[in-house]
């Protein structure tokens, strides 16, 4: 593992809370635990920033994920996702493909409208294949530890559950950022950093074949 390689600290369960820069030029982060002092802080936040709940009683249950890292981890599981976007198909279909799962997936919309041509036809082939259940009209009302009720079309339907992963977006990071005073600007600086760096090749690339030319 790189952690074993690598002269770093990581520290886990440490939700940053603020970063203030001194007057001496140095930031301090303040987490729910500890302050460290650093020259220079990169914030790798991600793009959905923390995962959407959804308000639903039990979602504070152990069972209840934002993020599937391995599918292969679960066997012989009947398991819920909810979401209709590509992140919840292909998590339905990654655990579908394991032994002796049992994949419900429920969607509040009725029908799949914004994902992937070819997450759209393997979907299809899963359905069709009762590999996958695809409940349309429907999301979740109450987790237990050991089953799940859905509004389905307007009627309650409880089925058993082990595991339940929720794909419902994120929230974007904005109130941190503008609390630490990053700010926000309508220019795209790695677009233009892209632009410029082709623009610098082409031109590099003109004046070899002008060179070659004059010889």
């Not at 655990?95 to 992937?116: D, E």
């Not at 530890?145 to 058993?160: F, K």
């Amino acid at each position: 593992m790189v952690l074993n390689r690598a002269d770093f600290n990581v520290r886990t369960d440490e939700k940053v809370e603020d970063i203030r820069k001194g007057a001496d030029g140095v930031f301090t982060v303040v987490t729910i635990n500890n302050q460290f002092r650093a020259r220079a802080v990169v914030l790798a936040l991600g793009r959905t920033g923390t995962p959407r709940k959804l308000g639903v009683n039990g979602e504070e249950l152990p069972k209840v994920m934002y993020r599937l890292i391995e599918a292969d981890h679960y066997v012989n599981k009947q398991i819920l996702i909810v979401g209709g976007g590509d992140s919840a198909v292909e998590a339905a279909m990654g655990l579908a493909s394991q032994a002796g799962n049992k994949v419900t997936l429920s969607y509040r919309q009725a029908a799949f409208a914004r994902i992937k041509e070819r997450n759209s036809q393997r979907i299809e082939d899963f359905i069709r294949k009762r590999k996958v259940n695809v409940l349309f009209n429907s999301k979740p009302v109450e987790f237990t530890e050991t089953s799940v009720v859905l509004d389905v079309d307007g009627m309650r339907q409880e089925i058993e559950n082990d595991f339940v992963w929720i794909f419902a977006g994120g929230t974007p990071p904005n109130d941190f950022l503008k609390k630490i005073d990053v700010g926000f600007g309508a220019r795209d600086m790695a677009l233009e950093a892209s632009a410029e760096a082709k623009e610098n090749e082409a031109s590099r690339k003109r004046l070899t074949q002008a060179a070659v030319t004059a010889h």
